[in-house]
């Protein structure tokens, strides 16, 4: 169980630092009847991306932090410190893993590292989830809106079930810790 939830763990971990630093959080979504479609716009954390034809990328990184809007803000720093917290957690998993296999004491001589890296991955996996389930309520929300003009409506875009997959991996692994411990 602890093997397993270290590699779920690991998994999250790299989960987690590949929706943070994806482009792909917005879509643009192609809601009329036009299919031609020359380009494809990516929002993100960070930057911006325009697709030509699926041949040319261009990127542009924010810039500047204070024009960008309070959620944006707030969701950078939401998954920068889950990023961080999620090496933690790796880490001390690792640490509680190996103690409480060179332990002779026996089952009761579990490690209190397994509860706090159990702890850390849950409290991980829930950092992760907030910035990732907020942008994608306000995508469907807004794509349903009429009053949002065609051009600016969104789709999910895959960052965010890549979030979705590592906070459920995060959650997953902190639940294996917890009961380990237990």
Known sequence: LQITGLIFGGVGMVGTLAATAMPQWRVSAYVDGNIVVF??????????????????????????????????????????????????????????VKYTQRSKEGPQAVSVFILA???????????????????????????????????????????LYVGWGSSALLLAAGAMYCRCWC
Do not use: H, N
Not at 55 to 67: G, N, P
Not at 68 to 86: I, T
Not at 125 to 151: C, H, K, M, N
């Open 117 to 159: 890296a159990g702890v850390a991955f849950l409290l991980t996996g829930a950092l992760v989830l907030i910035p990732v389930s907020w942008t994608g309520g306000s995508i469907v929300r807004d794509f349903y809106d009429p009053e949002v003009p065609v051009p600016l409506k969104r789709e999910l875009g895959a960052a």
């Open 39 to 96: 380009e494809t716009i990516w929002e993100g954390l960070w930057m911006d991306c325009v697709s030509q034809l699926g041949i040319r990328l261009q990127c542009k990184f924010y810039d500047s932090v204070l024009a960008l809007p309070p959620p944006l803000e707030a969701f950078r720093a939401l998954m920068c410190l889950a990023v961080g917290l999620s090496i933690i957690s790796f880490l001390v998993a690792i640490v509680g």
